[in-house]
C-alpha cells in the first residue's frame, strides 16, 4: 500500500549542480503533479502532467524540467541549481486532471547552498 | 495579492477545545473546497471536500462554505492532541484547465 514514493528524502547540492526528483505512484492514476512548498508561499504547482506522455507548466516553472517516463512514474529535473530553489518537493497523483483527492508522497527536501 | 488567504498562525489550544480554521478567497471561479492535514514532515492528506454553500460534517470535523462571501471554514470540535498539524484550505475551479490553488496553510497545537 506505497501510494506516492518520492526519492530521496533529503538532499544537499552546490549551486549549479544537477538533479533528479524521482516519483512514482501504484495507484494506476492518469494525473501527476510536482509541487513545491516554501514558509508563507503555501504549495505551488511546479509542472503537472494530465496523462502518459503530456506534461505541462503550473504556476512556478523556471528552472526545472519533467519528464513522465510511463504512467507510474513522473520526474522533476533541476539542471543547474539555485538557492532559490531550496525548498520542500511534493509529487502527487489523482485519477484525472483536476479530480480529487490528489495524494501526496511525503516530500523531498532539497537544500542548495 | 495572493488569491487565497489562510493565518498562518500558530494556533495553540487546550485538549478538547473547539478549533475554527478559516481562509477567504478572491477568484469565483472557485467552485469546489478542500481542507488537507499535513503532519510534520509528511505529505498533505485529504480532511474534507466540499462543493455547495453550506455544512458539511464528518466526525468531529465540520466543514463550511460561504460563497457569498468567499469564505471557508473548518471546525474541529473536541480537539484531540493526535490533530495537531497544520492545515491547509484548497480551491479549484470547475472547468478542465483549473488547478489545484492552496492556502499557506495554520498550524495547530492541541495540548494535552
Known amino acids: 500500500n506505497a501510494g506516492v514514493t518520492q526519492t530521496p528524502k533529503f538532499q544537499v547540492l552546490k549551486t549549479g549542480q544537477s538533479m533528479t526528483l524521482q516519483c512514482a505512484q501504484d495507484?494506476?492514476?492518469?494525473?501527476m503533479y510536482w509541487y513545491r512548498q516554501d514558509p508563507g508561499m503555501g504549495l505551488r504547482l511546479i509542472y503537472y502532467s494530465a496523462s502518459e506522455g503530456t506534461t505541462d507548466k503550473g504556476e512556478v516553472p523556471n528552472g526545472y524540467n519533467v519528464s513522465r517516463l510511463n504512467k507510474r512514474e513522473f520526474s522533476l529535473r533541476l539542471e543547474s541549481a539555485a538557492p532559490s530553489q531550496t525548498s520542500v518537493y511534493f509529487c502527487?497523483?489523482?485519477?484525472?486532471?483536476?479530480?480529487?483527492?490528489?495524494?501526496f508522497g511525503d516530500g523531498t527536501r532539497l537544500s542548495i547552498l | 495579492q495572493k488569491e487565497v488567504e489562510q493565518d498562518p498562525g500558530p494556533l495553540s489550544v487546550p485538549e478538547g477545545a473547539i478549533v475554527s480554521l478559516n481562509c477567504t478567497y478572491s477568484n469565483s471561479a472557485f467552485q469546489y473546497f478542500m481542507w488537507y492535514r499535513q503532519y510534520s514532515r509528511k505529505g498533505p492528506e485529504l480532511l474534507m471536500y466540499t462543493y455547495s454553500s453550506g455544512n458539511k460534517e464528518d466526525g468531529r470535523f465540520t466543514a463550511q462554505v460561504d460563497k457569498s462571501s468567499k469564505y471557508i471554514s473548518l471546525f474541529i470540535r473536541d480537539s484531540q492532541p493526535s490533530d495537531s498539524a497544520t492545515y491547509l484550505c484548497a480551491m479549484i475551479g470547475e472547468t478542465s484547465g483549473s488547478r489545484l490553488t492552496f492556502g499557506e496553510g495554520t498550524q495547530l497545537t492541541v495540548n494535552p
Open positions: 502527487a497523483s489523482s485519477e484525472s486532471r483536476g479530480s480529487q483527492p490528489q495524494h
Open positions: 495507484m494506476n492514476h492518469n494525473s
